[in-house]
């Protein structure tokens, strides 16, 4: 059996041989590399998500929005209304990064579409952290807007408004890596739906309301939430003397439960992949 034609084979891949040939088959092209390979997926999905998630990421808004327009009657300020804006705030980020992303995972499994990743020469991880990424950055204009218009609405200062730029990124992270082990792990896509929406409404109650409200046993649950870490840095922020400290201690909690999160979503990624 004679050899496939270079000219018709992708640039940088290598001629497909006969078996017979005594060597076995060289492969098509080089495996990506993982930088190069995340970024690629990155632009796709921040592409897809542009067209796609525009009108959701609109409700995302107002629905944080609204929640502080109805607690606003209920908390005057102080430590409550801090909670309840940082809350409503990293909220945006749940319904995009682990409920979205759950959903997505869980319909690209149902569907076949982790196959077609899987024929890519592209590591297991940048297919992951590169959807991760995209959908955490595609939150980045609801939490801003949601964030000024809370602090308005509560007369909270804007000057420290700079943390966002630390508490989106972790906080999307380690949401967006939940969300996608959640679709992932889920064995039908109704399930995985059903997670995502769960952990957004965990996001809600835990994150939105004072934690000096809560139950001991549902404070307990509250310190297992991912995105608790990125709420409570961001509150810390609004007081006229922050413990920065402490803040940079939630953010490195929240970071390292994000490394993690998207390391069990690699790993889903790689399971499901090979089923």
């Not at 300020?77 to 309840?84: K, L, M, N, P």
């Not at 870490?229 to 390292?256: I, K, M, Q, S």
């Amino acid at each position: 059996m004679s050899t496939v034609p270079a000219e018709v084979l992708p640039t940088g891949a290598l001629p497909l041989r006969s078996q017979d040939a005594g060597d076995g088959a060289a492969p098509l092209a080089p495996r990506a590399r993982l930088l190069p390979a995340m970024a690629a997926v990155y632009r796709a999905q921040l592409s897809r998500a542009r067209v796609a998630r525009i009108p959701l990421l609109f409700v995302a808004t107002f629905q944080s929005i609204g929640i502080m327009v109805l607690m606003r009657g209920v908390v005057d300020g102080g430590s409550e209304a801090r909670a309840v804006v940082a809350g409503s705030t990293v909220l945006v980020v749940a319904f995009v990064a682990l409920n979205l992303l759950a959903q997505y995972f869980g319909q690209l499994r149902a569907s076949g579409g982790l196959d077609h990743y899987a024929t890519l020469p592209v590591p297991p991880a940048a297919v992951v952290l590169g959807a991760a990424g995209a959908y955490a950055s595609f939150t980045v204009p609801g939490t801003v807007f949601t964030a000024v218009a809370g602090s308005l609405l509560f007369g909270l200062p804007l000057g420290q408004l700079w943390i966002l730029g630390a508490v989106v990124p972790l906080a999307g992270a380690a949401l967006a890596g939940l969300g996608a082990a959640l679709g992932l792990l889920a064995p039908r896509q109704e399930l995985a739906t059903l997670l995502g929406q769960l952990g957004m409404s965990a996001a809600l109650l835990l994150g939105v309301l004072p934690a000096e409200r809560l139950p001991e046993p549902i404070g307990w649950a509250r310190d297992l939430l991912p995105s608790t870490y990125g709420v409570e840095a961001l509150a810390r922020t609004f007081d006229p003397h922050p413990d920065w400290a402490a803040v940079a201690l939630d953010l490195a909690v929240c970071g390292a439960v994000g490394v993690v999160s998207l390391a069990v979503a690699t790993w889903a990624y790689r399971r499901a992949a090979v089923r």
